[in-house]
């Protein structure tokens, strides 16, 4: 399968706890984005990179959130001392640098976090 | 700042054409996309238009009026597998972000037999 994947599928944790989510972009991909989305709401965005940098993260989001894409494939979004606000389902997509076809997203089955 | 708005639900009935609304206030627009998401599901891509006018991919076509902020989604020969829900998208670009898309939150459409 050469689609977006992402690990874990679903996560429980206790508030306070740090948690660490992995996305594996579609390999010739270079724009990698990650996403919040709540039930009834569409995609929030968090973060976004191009190759290993990041370009852009949302105003929205605290301290508590980091992410990084190390050599410029796989990235990772973690979330310190969680809260039960962070509980969500978390999607990362990828898009290719080509010319009419960066605006084309593919997402990942995202991660469900659910914080006690 | 940067909104859209989208009606919250839409039902129509197996076999009708549907449209969906979409109007933004975005700075430094570059186009308006289209996802569909099912339950449970990622969204997948339909559609973008950068420039004014109809786009059309099979079943559904997808407008956009630049000078209006207005867009909207069209759906014709409903099938059931069409309920989903309908995010329209905008790529913007400011002097202080670097490209980024924001989702508006999303038309639940509903198909009746």
């Known amino acids: 399968d050469t689609g977006v994947s992402q690990d874990p599928r679903h996560k429980i944790t206790k508030r306070g706890q740090n948690v660490t989510f992995r996305c594996d972009p579609i390999?010739?991909?270079?724009?990698l984005y990650w996403y919040r989305q709540t039930l009834g709401q569409g995609p929030e965005f968090l973060t976004y990179?191009?190759?290993?940098?990041?370009?852009?993260k949302s105003r929205l989001l605290s301290d508590r959130f980091s992410a990084e894409r190390p050599k410029g494939s796989f990235s990772t979004l973690e979330i310190q001392r969680t809260e039960q606000g962070d509980s969500a389902m978390y999607l990362c997509?990828?898009?290719?640098?080509?010319?009419?076809?960066?605006?084309?997203?593919?997402f990942g089955p995202g991660t469900r976090l659910t914080v006690l | 700042g940067q909104s859209l708005e989208q009606p919250s639900e839409v039902t129509a009935v197996e076999g009708a054409i549907v449209q969906i609304n979409c109007t933004y206030q975005?700075?430094?627009?570059?186009?308006l996309s289209w996802y569909q998401q099912h339950d449970g599901g990622a969204p997948t891509f339909l559609s973008y238009?950068?420039?004014?006018g109809l786009e059309e991919t099979g079943r559904f076509s997808s407008f956009l009026s630049r000078s209006d902020s207005y867009g909207y989604l069209l759906l014709q020969e409903l099938q059931m597998k069409d309920s989903a829900s309908y995010f329209c998208?905008?790529?913007?670009?400011?002097?202080?972000?670097?490209?980024?898309?924001?989702f508006g939150s999303g038309t639940r459409l509903s198909i009746r037999p």
């Open positions: 238009n950068a420039l004014d």
């Open positions: 975005t700075s430094g627009f570059y186009g």
């Open positions: 990179f191009q190759n290993e940098a990041q370009l852009e």
């Open positions: 998208a905008v790529r913007s670009h400011t002097y202080s972000s670097a490209s980024k898309i924001i």
């Open positions: 390999s010739e991909h270079n724009r």
């Open positions: 997509a990828s898009s290719s640098d080509l010319a009419g076809a960066f605006n084309e997203q593919f």
